[in-house]
């Protein structure tokens, strides 16, 4: 078949998530940094569209090219593994810690940081030729996007803070859905249909994620945007990351896992004490 019901498709989630756990750590920063460096040419992309078409639209339609790439090619996001990895500890997977968890988590965060940390290096060079002059019409509105999305939430104090974290629990919210739609297919073109959905769908509406994150404001300040490096941490990646992380288990993982879980084939998924 070409679909998979949710009790067959929970346990490649379980399944997926003990796989990240185990996975060796050159294995893992590689796959996460490849995964980070194309979400980030793929907000470059999407920024480009809507500069040069002036239709926010085009570009939240075209955004998702990334995202399929990197998930068919068996890469790594942290908005990913935040649902994956603890299912197979909740699981009680034998060797799956808290421990091996949290690991997997702050591999994934360094290897997407590192990821769309090079490709912000490299559209703030091309933008700017070689630092030596101001950056193009797209330079200039990734470094907008920075600026607003920081001291713009901070000029709002405490609801400010929470707005963030609240758009952040969003954005996974659909993220994660992507991740596990792609699972509910066995076909290419059914997999992208899948992660296509939810993936326009954050990207429209303006949520905060963390990777995307990890490549526009970094960006930003090469540019010289005027806010700082603790303006980034604060008021927007630390609450951004949260948030994807409830946002994610919350309404993608926890409630698939507790729902589907017992109807789930017994001769794939352990059985959970």
């Not at 756990?21 to 590689?30: A, E, K």
Request: glycine share 10%.
């Amino acid at each position: 078949m070409s679909y998979l019901a949710p009790s067959e498709f929970v346990t490649k989630m379980v399944d997926a998530g003990e796989s990240k756990i185990f996975m060796s750590t050159r294995d893992t920063l590689i796959r996460a940094y490849m995964a980070g460096a194309i979400l980030a040419l793929a907000a470059w992309f999407a920024v480009t569209i809507n500069v040069n078409t002036g239709q926010p639209l085009a570009g939240a339609i075209l955004f998702p090219v990334g995202f399929c790439m990197l998930y068919l090619l068996g890469f790594d996001l942290l908005t990913g593994v935040f649902v994956l990895a603890p299912l197979a500890w909740l699981n009680k997977r034998p060797g799956c810690t808290l421990g091996g968890v949290l690991r997997n988590w702050g591999l994934v965060f360094v290897g997407n940081f590192g990821g769309a940390l090079t490709v912000a290096f490299m559209m703030a060079f091309v933008t700017t030729y070689g630092f030596t002059q101001a950056p193009d019409k797209v330079g200039a509105v990734i470094g907008n996007v920075g600026e607003a999305r920081t001291l713009g939430y901070a000029s709002h104090g405490a609801m400010g803070m929470i707005t963030l974290f609240m758009r952040g629990m969003l954005c996974n919210w659909m993220v994660s859905t992507g991740v596990v739609g792609a699972m509910v297919s066995t076909t290419v073109s059914g997999k992208v249909i899948a992660m296509w959905m939810p993936i326009m769908l954050f990207f429209y509406m303006v949520f905060e994620h963390s990777v995307v994150n990890m490549f526009l404001f970094p960006a930003g300040l090469m540019l010289h945007a005027p806010f700082s490096v603790m303006d980034y941490l604060i008021w927007n990646e630390i609450p951004t990351a949260l948030g994807n992380l409830v946002g994610g288990l919350s309404f993608t993982g926890l409630t698939l896992y507790a729902t589907h879980v017992k109807t789930a084939p017994k001769r794939d998924l352990r059985a959970v004490a």
